[in-house]
């Protein structure tokens, strides 16, 4: 099985070398880098699985740095920061980030957090398997039309880029139209961590999606917030294999 290759943004020297140590005792490839600048041409010159990323950096503030590489790196980003309010992680979230680990942590629920947002990825395609069965469809909703074979979207056919988490998001929203989805649902589905009802994520997440398909929650098309509840997909929708 391939190596999970990990860049990590650390500027903490000490750090730096225990996740080298414990990532790769545990198989995983780590390429670490200590400033935004070299963080910025190492993945611009290499493909990685996942980012691992401090916010307080030498150079620059590591959050301008996320909707920088969003234009190209779709992977999941987790930020790793001293910073512990709920403000910072809600701002990190907002920017583009997956995930957000406060120090400090242990190195097992990093860990875990690793594997857990790898395993929400979509397998590579591999055009030498013939597949058996594909059940991927292509869904037109609005003037939209997003492809899950391909997760791509597009509106009046100009592409819309998603990151792989607000893909996820959106098929949960089309296969469940007219559904009432909870937050708890959605959040247990596209992180796979327990569901505290204080975390935005889920809420943040949302709002990410529904600026991309330019949806007014105060009048909503497409997504409409139930009260108490969570979310619920209300647009017609048509379907057809991919």
């Known amino acids: 099985m391939e190596k999970i290759k990990v860049l990590s943004l650390e500027d903490d020297e000490n750090l730096a070398m225990v996740m080298r140590h414990y990532l ?5 490839n780590l390429v670490q880098v200590a400033t935004g600048s070299d963080f910025l041409k190492t993945i611009a010159d290499n493909k990685f699985d996942i980012v691992l990323m401090d916010l307080g950096l030498p150079d620059v503030d590591g959050l301008t740095l996320i909707p920088q590489i969003r234009t190209s790196y779709k992977g999941p980003i987790i930020v790793i920061s001293g910073k512990t309010s709920t403000t910072d992680r809600v701002v990190g979230l907002e920017m ?5 680990v406060t120090k400090p942590f242990e190195m097992r629920e990093l860990l875990a957090r690793i594997k857990a947002n790898i395993r929400r990825q979509p397998a590579p395609s591999n055009d030498s398997v013939v ?19 391909k997760l791509s979207l597009a509106h009046n056919k100009n592409p819309i880029d998603l990151t792989s988490g607000e893909c996820e998001l959106l098929e949960l929203f089309l296969k469940s139209k007219s559904r009432a989805l909870t937050r708890e649902y959605l959040f247990e589905q596209t992180r796979g961590d327990n569901f505290d009802s204080y975390d935005r994520a889920v809420d943040i997440a949302v709002t990410r999606l529904r600026k991309k398909l330019n949806d007014d929650p105060t009048e909503p098309r497409l997504i409409k917030t139930i009260r108490g509840t969570g979310y619920m997909f209300i647009a017609d929708i048509q379907t057809k294999s991919a």
């Open 131 to 149: 597949k058996v069965e594909d059940n991927h469809l292509i869904y037109d909703f609005a003037d939209f039309t997003y492809d899950s074979s």
């Open 24 to 28: 790769e005792d545990e198989g995983m």
């Open 96 to 100: 583009g980030a997956d995930d957000y």
